[in-house]
Antibody, heavy 114, light 107 residues
Framework: EVQLVESGGGLVQPGGSLKVSCEAS????????MHWVRQASGKGLEWVGRTRSKDYNFATEYAESVRGRFTISRDDSKNMAYLEMNSLKSEDTAVYYC?????WGKGTTVTVSS | SYDLIQPPSVSVSPGQTASITCSGDGLGDKYTCWYQQKPGQSPVLVVY???QRPSGIPERFSGSISGDTATLTISGTQPVDEADYYC??????????FGTGTKVTVL
């Protein structure tokens, strides 16, 4: 079964850091671009960024709203993708989804609050 | 920034056809995907590359493109189709963009 499972969400203070993870199974992870998408409560979907496969030198791209604060990485040996978030703001509060276009995880909730 | 504009809401009677539009500059030169999201659930891909339907997606879902407007059509709409729908395309600046979202209500 093709599956993505996010973990690592939680409560963090403004200005703090958090790293969330995405574990993939059921497909060839190493050949896939992996995206992170977030959704604030009651709001629409917002693309955060992606990591491309080895064929594209693991290139990463980011939305303007997170560029310079967030870092996406991957470990193909573990079928894992990561989203490291620094200098967090209240507006980063959202459910964070890992996705491969045709497959989405259930998401992990990140709350930025004092 | 690149914007994809959708109507906030569409209402349709059961068995009728619902059409959801997505407009953006130069959208006709890009591929559009459509996602369905039901309350409390993760999005599901229902159309990719403008017109292609993933396996497992009912035939009543179809996509089309005309000029800079993409359309998702739900033929013979069922109550289970009530959801939020988002279009998505790649902007020329290598940014992945979602549309503003459309809430489909089946009355």
């Amino acid at each position: 079964e093709v599956q993505l499972v996010e973990s690592g969400g939680g409560l963090v203070q403004p200005g703090g850091s958090l790293k969330v993870s995405c574990e993939a199974s059921g497909f060839t992870f190493s050949g896939s671009s992996m995206h992170w998408v977030r959704q604030a409560s009651g709001k629409g979907l917002e693309w955060v960024g992606r990591t491309r496969s080895k064929d594209y030198n693991f290139a990463t791209e980011y939305a303007e709203s997170v560029r310079g604060r967030f870092t996406i990485s991957r470990d193909d040996s573990k079928n894992m993708a990561y989203l490291e978030m620094n200098s967090l703001k209240s507006e980063d509060t959202a459910v964070y989804y890992c996705m491969r276009m045709d497959v989405w995880g259930k998401g992990t909730t990140v709350t930025v609050s004092s | 920034s690149y914007d994809l504009i959708q109507p906030p809401s569409v209402s349709v009677s059961p068995g009728q056809t619902a059409s959801i539009t997505c407009s953006g500059d130069g959208l006709g030169d890009k591929y559009t995907c459509w996602y369905q999201q039901k309350p409390g659930q993760s999005p599901v891909l229902v159309v990719y590359q403008d017109t292609q339907r993933p396996s497992g997606i009912p035939e009543r879902f179809s996509g089309s493109i005309s000029g800079d407007t993409a359309t998702l059509t739900i033929s013979g709409t069922q109550p289970v189709d009530e959801a939020d729908y988002y279009c998505q395309a790649w902007a020329s600046s290598a940014l992945f963009v979602f549309g503003t979202g459309t809430k489909v209500t089946v009355l």
